[in-house]
């Protein structure tokens, strides 16, 4: 392994003197400087850091969600930014899943209804098939027909956990999973994200405060003032 702490095969995900500056009241804000680094296939990276320190910005950069003020992100190859916003949501679509700490669930859908919309999106066939088998991995297959607020938010995240993996995603992004959970949901929670991303092989990147969820993962990147540290892009 080299020292960007990925194998000999094409990152599936590789950052270049990335920055993120926007207009305040006191002048321009960095949030983000000169951020660079590469993630390989199968691998799992924790983003961790105090409050403020640009771990929820970064990853909305790498997921195309954002626009930098500086600097690259290549998905599969592929320069995010030099892709125009469909083109990069078409990407997303095809490569990328992603749980939010708020869970990001549609209110007016039920469990399966939600798993099954990014298939249906991407005109998979067999969307409701994939859906199903997908929430009885992770335990609701007798929960299909509920919606979300009937739902603990437990199982919540199960259900984001069953439509970021149902797409076969290259690459899943995960902002703080067991931030809205208790410390038992949370281990359980921990335990189902891992136990899928080695059976799938997904790339796993995740910004975390949890430890625990840290100290899971292959690699960290700790992050302090919008910069990583030194020997950020060094395996754990």
């Known amino acids: 392994m080299d020292r960007s ?3 000999s095969g094409s990152p599936v995900i590789e950052v270049s ?4 500056s926007v207009s305040s009241a006191g002048g321009e ?3 983000l400087r000169e951020i660079s680094f590469a993630v390989g296939a199968g691998e799992s990276v924790a983003i961790v850091g105090a409050s403020g320190s640009g771990k929820s910005t970064l990853l909305g950069l790498l997921a195309g969600l954002d626009v930098p003020s500086s600097g690259s992100v290549r998905l599969l190859g592929r320069d995010l930014f030099a892709l125009d916003e469909d083109a990069r949501a078409a990407l ?3 490569a990328l899943g ?5 869970f990001q669930l549609l209110p007016a859908l039920t469990a399966l209804e939600n798993v099954m919309l990014p298939l249906e999106l991407a005109a998979v066939a067999d969307a409701r098939a994939i859906a199903m088998r997908w929430l009885e991995r992770v335990g609701l297959g007798g929960r299909t027909t509920h919606y979300p607020k009937h739902l603990s938010g437990g199982e919540q995240q199960r259900v984001a956990l069953a439509r970021a993996f149902a797409t076969s995603p290259q690459l899943l992004l995960a902002d703080e999973p067991t931030g809205n959970l208790d ?3 949370g281990a359980a929670i921990i335990e189902l994200i891992f136990e899928l ?3 799938a092989g997904t790339t796993l990147i995740l910004v975390t405060h ?3 969820l840290a100290a899971r993962c292959a690699r960290r990147l700790r992050m302090h003032g919008g910069t990583l540290d030194a020997e950020a892009a060094l395996p754990a």
Not at 17 to 20: E, F, H, S, T
Not at 98 to 102: A, D
């Open 183 to 185: 410390a038992a949901t």
């Open 5 to 7: 702490g990925i194998g």
């Open 17 to 20: 003197a990335l920055g993120k």
């Open 98 to 102: 992603f749980v939010f700490q708020s």
């Open 210 to 212: 949890d430890d625990a």
């Open 92 to 94: 997303r679509g095809e």
């Open 197 to 199: 991303n080695r059976e």
């Open 29 to 31: 804000l960095h949030i």
